[in-house]
């Protein structure tokens, strides 16, 4: 078995926004390299540049200079089709606001990046029942977004990211509409998601919860990368409110 | 194994493993690995306007109107035309009262169905019409800008799925050209069947019998065609705009 490679590699990415006269420096030059299999977590107060990063990354946005590579590939360098092919298949994206479509059912939800990956509508459905079951919403296949609470929006949304059988998943604040106990049980759910499939997990967060999970943090201020810590450097305790016995 | 990344991502591809063939034809195969097939769209369409019935509803409330108004016109012609081909006397004198263009008796050497045939709508009627279908196109437009910018963040997210511009754009279209022709269709008919009426109270029975249904049937045929038209017209703009939009742009937008 090969050794771990870099899945994702951030070279020298800087990202200044002009709004009008003004012009905001989001990112100042950030280094990252990221293993196969790792559940990293970007952290850093509002404002640090930890969302303009996590953009970067997923190949939401282009860097201003610096080069953001993805299984040794320069995403700049892709056509759309092609970025359209990454998103679909290499990539599952959660984000703080769920995004799921309101106007479909969790299962249509969770199979719409199969049907884009042009998958038939049965092999669609067996493996979205499949996923939902995962997350544990297999009854409530045909709800609407509407119709689920916060925290099982999140749980299909999870679903819906595994739905190509992606390298990495990349989580945008996944508790921050959540409360205490639910975002507790969706960062469980991940880790182990994760670490059952080996999938790569790059979470941007506030939540000091994720912090237990994680196999390595990048603390970000101002647009600079402040320290990177592995596991054992690690040394918080978060007092629990409201703890099951 | 890989050294320095490749230019372009044909050597992403092939890292994965997926068969990427060289030379013309190969952006065709990458672009065929996201697909969106045509049944699945029409079924997203219409479940779309499905869910947003009532804002439907009043999009295709002035495309109605509009396209009732041309056809209501134009059968008023189609009713003249019969009363004229039966070249009684009494009827052209009724239609000259009613404001129609027409000579008091018919000049020599044309036949009535020529005289038919010639026999329009007066230019001010004209103008009235081509009005109201501007203003509704305008409408139109108006009402797809407002429901592409409600669904910034569904599109930004789709896009994040996976979905090609072409995708969204087929989406938006779909939805427009479904309703143009629903609209269309009821319009048409509808101004239709009041024209034939208005004919019928003005000039009696001869109006509903002398009516040629190939004409009917034209401008039946016409008024959909014309409402449809301007329906997808209308929505060109908003759904390019969506289209092209960057997904961290779409899913920024406040809700």
């Known amino acids: 078995m090969a050794e771990a490679h870099n899945i994702v590699r951030v070279s020298g990415v800087a990202k200044t926004f002009s709004m009008g006269a003004q012009v905001v420096t989001a990112l100042r030059g950030v280094d990252l390299t990221i293993k196969v299999g790792e559940y990293l977590s970007i952290m850093g107060p509002s404002g640090s540049g930890k969302s303009t990063l996590f953009n970067m990354i997923g190949g939401l946005d282009k860097p201003s200079s610096g080069k953001v590579f993805i299984d040794e590939v320069d995403i700049a360098q892709l056509d759309a089709y092609e970025l359209a092919w990454l998103r679909n298949r290499k990539i599952g994206y959660i984000f703080q606001t769920f995004n799921l479509i309101q106007v479909m059912t969790a299962l249509e939800n969770v199979t719409l990046p199969m049907i884009f990956a042009g998958a038939s509508q049965d092999e669609a459905v067996e493996k979205g029942l499949e996923l939902l079951g995962l997350v544990g919403l297999r009854e409530r296949h045909a709800h609407k977004p509407q119709e689920l609470s916060g925290g099982q929006q999140q749980r299909v949304a999870i679903a819906r990211s595994l739905a190509n059988t992606p390298s990495i998943i990349l989580a945008d604040e996944p508790t921050g509409n959540l ?25 941007a967060t506030h939540d000091y919860k994720m912090l237990n999970v994680s196999d390595r943090v990048v603390w970000i201020r101002d647009g600079r990368i402040d320290k990177i810590e592995g596991r054992e450097q690690l040394d918080i305790s978060v007092g629990t409110i409201g703890s099951k016995d | 194994m890989d050294g320095p990344p490749g230019p372009k991502a044909g050597g992403y591809m092939r890292h994965t493993g997926a068969v990427l063939p060289s030379g013309p034809g190969r952006e065709t195969k990458i672009a065929r690995q996201v697909v969106l097939p045509f049944r699945k769209s029409l079924e997203i369409s219409l479940q779309n306007i499905r869910v947003r019935f009532f804002r439907s509803m009043i999009t295709v409330a002035s495309l109605v109107l509009a396209v009732a108004f041309l056809s209501f016109t134009l059968t008023g012609s189609n009713v003249a035309a019969g009363l004229v081909r039966t070249g009684e006397p009494a009827l052209r004198a009724a239609l000259i009262d009613a404001g129609y263009d027409l000579p008091g008796s018919p000049p020599v050497g044309s036949s009535a169905a020529e005289e038919a045939r010639q026999l329009g709508t007066g230019a001010k009627e004209r103008w009235i019409v081509l009005l109201s279908l501007l203003v509704c196109t305008v409408g139109i437009v108006n009402a797809q800008l407002m429901a592409v910018t409600e669904r910034f963040r569904e599109i930004g997210t789709m896009k994040c799925l996976g979905a090609l511009d072409s995708f969204i754009l087929r989406l938006f279209l779909l939805e427009a050209g479904m309703q143009g022709v629903a609209g269309s269709l009821l319009g048409a008919l509808g101004g239709m069947v009041i024209g034939v009426a208005v004919g019928f109270v003005r000039f009696g029975l001869a109006a509903v019998t002398q009516l040629s249904v190939a004409d009917l049937g034209r401008t039946l045929f016409f008024s959909i065609a014309v409402g449809a038209g301007l329906s997808l017209l209308g929505v060109v703009y908003p759904a390019l705009v969506a289209a092209r939009m960057r997904p961290v742009e779409a899913m920024r937008a406040q809700e």
């Open chain 1, 179 to 203: 409360d205490l106990t639910t975002g507790e049980e969706i960062i469980t759910l991940l880790k182990r998601l994760s670490s059952e499939r080996g999938v790569t997990v790059i979470s």
